[in-house]
C-alpha cells in the first residue's frame, strides 16, 4: 500500500515538473513575441525617421529651387537694367 503512494507521489510529482516546464516555455515563447513586437516598432521608428529625412531632403530641394529662381529674377532685372540705361 505504502509503495503505490510512494510510486503515485512520485509521478504527481513528475506530472508538476512537466507543467512547470511548460509554463516556463509558454513564458519564453510569451517573451520572443515581445521581442519580436519590440523589432517591429524599432523598423517602424526607423521608416518614420527615413521619411522624415525624405522630407528635409524634398524641403532642401524646393528652398534650393527658390534660390535659383531668385537668382533668375535677379538676372533678368540686371538685363532690364542695362537696357533701360542703354
Known amino acids: 500500500c505504502d509503495i503505490f503512494r510512494v510510486m503515485r507521489g512520485s509521478e504527481i510529482e513528475r506530472e508538476r515538473e512537466r507543467e512547470r516546464e511548460r509554463e516556463r516555455e509558454r513564458e ?32 532642401r530641394e524646393r528652398e534650393r529651387e527658390r534660390e535659383r529662381e531668385r537668382e533668375r529674377e535677379r538676372e533678368r532685372e540686371r538685363i532690364t537694367e542695362s537696357q533701360q540705361t542703354q
Do not use: D, K, L, V
Request: hydrophobic share 0%.
Open 28 to 59: 519564453r515563447e510569451r517573451e520572443r513575441e515581445r521581442e519580436r513586437e519590440r523589432e517591429r516598432e524599432r523598423e517602424r521608428e526607423r521608416e518614420r525617421e527615413r521619411e522624415r529625412e525624405r522630407e528635409r531632403e524634398r524641403e
